[in-house]
């Protein structure tokens, strides 16, 4: 089979990790016998840089014609001063919106040979830690009505939190859906004791659930949710929130598996469309020095793999790839112990995509 994707390297260490997910994805094909097309397009700072906005008509266009889209990370300093609605990382939540992505998925689980990175005590992650946390990602507070206007207490600027029963059918839809294939619980977090909103919320999220009586389903208020995640994180599995809950619980989640630089991510669409990219962002900091760790977007690429392709053994080819190399003990920089020895972000690369196959 032949796949068309659309690659957008974006800003900082996109470029590099992005390159490393290739050169994987290259290895997947030749063993397995599939043929990945690339077609790379830009998003963010650079293309701020070559065109004057931040996401290109073109790489919309481009993205739209492909089967899914692999994203490395925008944004950077150099773009730091911009106007709010002129930053690179409008382009993220411009792809978002017209590619239709509203289910963000952001598992965030204990790498065995990272466990001493995880920052809670060992015996509150005792056995690991598998969480899925399902974000809504095309509609809340990010995409309401905005503005600004004038009152007795000087200018004010205000965003509306609104959600649709359709909006939140479809989210919880997918939150079950991955239950069932998973731990078969459902937290759905709100803040239903305050906003309208969540009580739209967790009605809709209650009627989804009487379609799955095999699955457990709880209601948690996000500020008991956010203390909860460290408390005693292995009560959950898949986690379901609004947009901005979901933008802020998932950071949460990935911190307290230590390694935020190996989580990846999938943004999907009706169908099996989607993009995928890494939940660490652009670290300019490090970008070009060979020292970004490439496995959060090489596990994006998995995702994409079992996702939107529809190719579980392949998918576990790379996870197991990923895996082998750590339980070798290679580590990249960000995740190796003080004084242990690093490898670069192109090695890293190699050894994953030597152990596919
Ligand atoms: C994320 C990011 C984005 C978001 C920003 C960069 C717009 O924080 O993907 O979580 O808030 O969604
Ligand atoms: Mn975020």
């Not at 290739?22 to 070559?50: R, T, W």
């Not at 933008?247 to 949460?252: G, K, R, T």
Request: proline share 4%; glycine share 10%.
């Amino acid at each position: 089979m032949e796949y068309r994707i659309a690659v957008v390297p974006g800003d900082g260490i996109g470029p590099e990790v992005v390159a490393q997910t290739l050169k994987v994805l290259d290895k997947v094909g030749e063993v397995y016998g599939h043929s990945f097309k690339y077609e790379k397009v830009l998003a963010g700072g650079c293309a701020i840089d070559a065109t004057g906005g931040c996401l290109p008509q073109e790489t919309i266009d481009v993205c739209k014609a492909s089967d899914a889209v692999l994203l490395g990370a925008v944004g950077g300093w150099k773009w730091d001063t911009l106007p709010g609605n002129e930053r690179p990382e409008m382009a993220l939540l411009g792809l978002r919106k017209e590619l239709g992505l509203f289910a963000n998925l952001r598992p965030a689980m204990l790498f065995e040979e990272l466990a001493d990175a995880c920052p809670l005590k060992p015996e509150i992650i005792a056995g690991g830690l598998d969480i899925v946390v399902v974000r809504e990602l095309t509609g809340g507070i990010y995409f309401g009505e905005k503005g600004t206007k004038d009152t007795a207490m000087g200018a004010a600027a205000y965003d509306v939190e609104q959600y649709s029963e359709g909006e939140v059918r479809r989210i919880a839809e997918v939150a079950f859906d991955m239950a069932m294939k998973r731990g078969k619980k459902v937290t759905s977090v709100d803040k239903a004791n305050v906003l309208e909103s969540s009580r739209l919320w967790r009605r809709v999220v209650a009627e989804v659930g009487d379609r799955f009586p095999e699955v457990e389903l709880n209601n948690m208020y996000v500020d008991n949710a956010a203390m909860q995640l460290v408390r005693n994180p292995k009560q959950f599995d898949v986690i379901v929130t609004s947009n901005i809950f979901g933008d802020i619980l998932s950071d949460e989640a990935s911190m307290i598996t230590g390694s935020i630089g190996m989580l990846p991510s999938a943004s999907l669409a009706t169908g099996n469309f989607g993009m995928y990219e890494p939940v660490h962002g652009s670290a300019p900091d490090i970008a070009g020095k060979d020292m970004a760790n490439p496995m959060a977007t090489i596990l994006s690429a998995a995702m994409m793999l079992r996702y939107t392709f529809g190719l579980g053994k392949e998918a576990d080819a790379v996870e197991s790839a990923v895996k082998k190399v750590l339980a070798d003990g290679y580590r990249t920089h960000d995740i190796a112990a003080e004084g242990e020895e690093a490898i670069g972000t192109e090695k890293a690369g190699d050894l994953i995509a030597a152990n596919i196959g």
